[in-house]
């Protein structure tokens, strides 16, 4: 099953010339319009420059809304709770909540990457899986900066204002949330996933810089429906939670660029159909 790693590798989420899709949309109703970014959390050197529909969506804004808010979560403080929070205080290590198989997988594919076992090992299931996503994609050289980083950087260079769909501590919640299954699953099939990880990088990259929600929900929902509770927690819980907000950005004077991770977007719980559901016009933006 492709589960965590595959969501993961969604924030790693080239067509050629002329004009392609991409994975921005202007939302509108009732004269009042936002414009809906499908985002990649980390990303390439090569990835850059993003699609011009990019620039375009945020040169008409003058704000931004991000998932959560990323100055809080970046912040000294911001890092420091989440470290707390998902590493084990009172003694525990994986080694005594993984079955022996598991965490002899687990051990054999740490030594491998050269990684020490042992600061593995602090970390609960949820969080291991995306500190060894996330090693992968640096061995990769898919680490570097991702779309929200970079609009949240030219955020602050041009005084526009910023914002988080959620609060630092509803982010961390959703990770708390993936410590609480089943921890056998969370690591074995993320290790399985792994040797995967290099061949999908260019699927998933085509299916996000081109706007292809259909694709990235062939490539990455129906596996995870599979563990019905994390497609809960990651897509659906979240999805509708931010509905509303989106739904009053047309109350005020503000014109507002949305970015969320791209699998956001798709599937029958994705924010797209869920606006169509409203009445909501949607406009894919071009390159």
Known sequence: MRLLTQFFCLSLLL???TVMAASVWKVSKEGQHFYLAGTVHLLSKTDYPLPAAYDSAFNASNQLLFETDLNALTSPAGLSKMMQQNTYSDGKTLQQVLSPEVYQQLKAYATA??????AISRFKPGFAAMMLASVEMQRLGAAETGVDMHYMQLAQQQNKHFAGLETMDEHLAVLDGMNQLDPDLTISSTL???HKVEGQLAAMKQAWRSGDAAKLEQLFLADLKQVPQLYEILLVKRNHAWLPQLQALGNDEHTTMVLVGALHLAGEDGLLKLLQQ???ALTQLTE
Do not use: K
């Not at 990457?113 to 042992?118: F, H, K, L, S, W």
């Open 15 to 17: 067509l050629s010339s």
């Open 113 to 118: 990457r050269n990684m020490p076992i042992a």
């Open 192 to 194: 399985e996933d792994m």
């Open 278 to 280: 409203q009445g909501y």
